[in-house]
């Protein structure tokens, strides 16, 4: 279904975002639970076609006007205690403070200010996104930073966005502002669906199921963590992204989620023969 109007409320919460305020209620940063890209135009735009774009795109997914806060309510009521979202109303105030111009001199600095940026988001507060139109001398080149806080954008909804963002830049006529299923109206699906009858009658399948899962950590061993960069050679990021998927028939979200399967599996019990019956 489609729609032209702008949702406005409070939304339930997907599963998923429960599960982030619940493992987050006392991380520090939980407002730099982000995703980002730094992308490269080819051409300058303008301030008033910079403007519009974001506007059309904050008018077309609903998600990106999201803000959540904490119900501290004292009550003994079912839904004391818990975190709401709220969709917070466009504003030329609003708007502007998602938006930003800045010029750097240098890779550190263009690196810092991104840094700064992504400090700037506020799960309480919103927008919880960011575009920032960057001007690079060290490069001469132009570019876009995008950060959006990961309760609004996942991997999915980022290959939307950035299709809608391509053709608001580059072939204006091709954007389509038409509405699909607002995130708003998937939340109450989501959460019909899980207190109806079907949901209800499936629930104790899958608690079965995570009741067999081993944990990869007990709750009382805290896992070591490690960065790690590598680089892919242009050799293998054209097997990755081309010739690989002529063999085996798959994209390439398939043969990295493959090959992290396949490393967990080494020192774990979720090895091959788990992978083969997952699908």
Same mark, same amino acid.
């Given at each position: 279904s ?12 997907l599963?998923? /975002? ?6 987050a209620k $006392?991380?520090? $940063?939980r407002?730099?639970?982000? /995703?980002s ?6 051409q ?7 403007v519009?774009?974001?506007?059309? !795109?904050?008018?077309k997914?609903? @998600? ?7 119900d501290d309510? $004292?009550?003994?009521?079912?839904? @004391?205690?818990?975190?709401?979202a709220t969709?917070q109303e466009i504003?030329?105030e609003?708007? %502007? ?5 800045i010029?750097?001199?240098? /890779?550190?600095?263009? @690196? #810092?200010?991104?840094?700064r940026?992504i400090?700037?988001?506020d ?5 919880? &996104? ?5 001007t690079?001398?060290?490069t /001469?080149?132009?570019k !876009?930073?995008v ?11 980022w ?13 204006p006529?091709?954007?389509?502002s038409?509405?699909t299923?607002?995130?708003? #109206?998937?939340?109450?699906? $989501?959460?019909e669906w899980?207190?109806?009858d079907?949901?209800?009658? @499936?629930?104790?399948?899958w ?10 950590f007990?709750?009382? %061993?805290?896992?070591?963590m490690a960065?790690?960069? &590598?680089?892919?050679g ?7 992204t081309?010739?690989?998927?002529r063999?085996? +028939? ?16 080494c020192?774990?019990?979720?090895g ?5 019956? +997952?699908?």
């Amino acid at each position: 279904s489609t729609s032209s109007f702008s949702v406005s409320g409070e939304m339930p919460l997907l599963p998923v /975002q429960k599960e982030f305020f619940f493992h987050a209620k $006392n991380a520090e $940063n939980r407002h730099r639970f982000n /995703q980002s890209i730094l992308l490269e135009l080819h051409q300058a735009i303008t301030d008033e076609h910079y403007v519009s774009v974001v506007e059309s !795109l904050v008018n077309k997914h609903d @998600a990106l006007r999201l803000s959540f806060h904490f119900d501290d309510d $004292n009550s003994k009521s079912e839904n @004391a205690e818990v975190w709401r979202a709220t969709h917070q109303e466009i504003t030329d105030e609003w708007l %502007q403070q998602a938006l930003s111009d800045i010029v750097v001199q240098s /890779q550190n600095e263009l @690196a #810092a200010v991104c840094d700064r940026v992504i400090d700037e988001l506020d799960i309480t507060q919103g927008p919880l &996104f960011r575009f920032v139109k960057i001007t690079d001398r060290s490069t /001469q080149t132009n570019k !876009l930073f995008v950060v959006a806080h990961h309760l609004i954008i996942d991997g999915v909804s980022w290959r939307i966005l950035l299709d809608d963002l391509q053709a608001l830049l580059l072939h204006p006529d091709d954007f389509r502002s038409t509405k699909t299923l607002s995130f708003s #109206a998937w939340s109450k699906r $989501n959460f019909e669906w899980i207190t109806g009858d079907t949901g209800t009658k @499936a629930i104790p399948y899958w608690r079965k199921v995570e009741a067999s899962i081993k944990p990869r950590f007990s709750s009382s %061993q805290a896992p070591v963590m490690a960065h790690i960069e &590598f680089d892919i050679g242009a050799s293998q990021t054209l097997k990755l992204t081309q010739s690989a998927h002529r063999a085996y +028939g798959t994209n390439t979200q398939d043969i990295l989620l493959v090959a992290l399967l396949l490393s967990l599996g080494c020192d774990t019990e979720f090895g091959e023969d788990k992978i083969e019956e +997952g699908g």
